[in-house]
């Protein structure tokens, strides 16, 4: 079996039916409708990625998630992130049910963090440090 049926027999086998929906390949232009629907998204990652697309659109749409550690490097707010064992993971989920607005407040600094504005003021002040270097 190939890993994605084996996450949806685990899935089938510890949840109720009606608790989750396995919709597989979703088109890019119901991804506003899928993610208006989420309460939280998970991205239980082992290797860390330079970037992940799912989490980008948490990011994008304001929905909350919680991440493993291996994105430990790419946040300041580490308090969606949870170590990968079960306690870390469950006290992670739990704040995250329980108080939402603590992970949607992270996240509006992140995307304010990431706009276009930002990103083009952090490459001018890195461009003027070279300049200054290279002037003395």
Request: hydrophobic share 40%; aromatic share 16%.
């Given at each position: 079996k190939n890993s994605y049926e084996r996450l949806q027999k685990k899935?089938?086998?510890?949840?109720?039916?009606?608790?989750?929906?396995?919709?597989?390949?979703?088109n890019e232009g119901d991804l506003k409708m899928y993610f208006s629907m989420c309460d939280l998204t998970i991205y239980p990652y082992?290797?860390?990625?330079?970037?992940s697309g799912p989490m980008a659109m948490s990011i994008a749409y304001e929905v909350p998630f919680i991440a493993s550690d291996v994105f430990?490097?790419?946040?300041s707010n580490?308090?969606?992130?949870?170590?990968?064992?079960?306690?870390?993971?469950?006290e992670v989920l739990h704040m995250a049910l329980h108080n939402p607005n603590q992970i949607i407040e992270n996240i509006k600094q992140m995307?304010?963090?990431?706009?276009?504005?930002?990103v083009a003021a952090q490459?001018?002040?890195?461009?003027?440090r070279v300049i200054e270097r290279n002037e003395v």
């Open positions: 899935a089938q086998d510890l949840l109720p039916e009606a608790s989750y929906k396995w919709a597989g390949f979703i082992t290797v860390a990625m330079s970037s430990n490097d790419f946040f580490k308090n969606n992130l949870f170590e990968r064992n079960i306690n870390s993971f469950t995307r304010k963090d990431r706009s276009w504005p930002a490459h001018v002040e890195s461009y003027n």
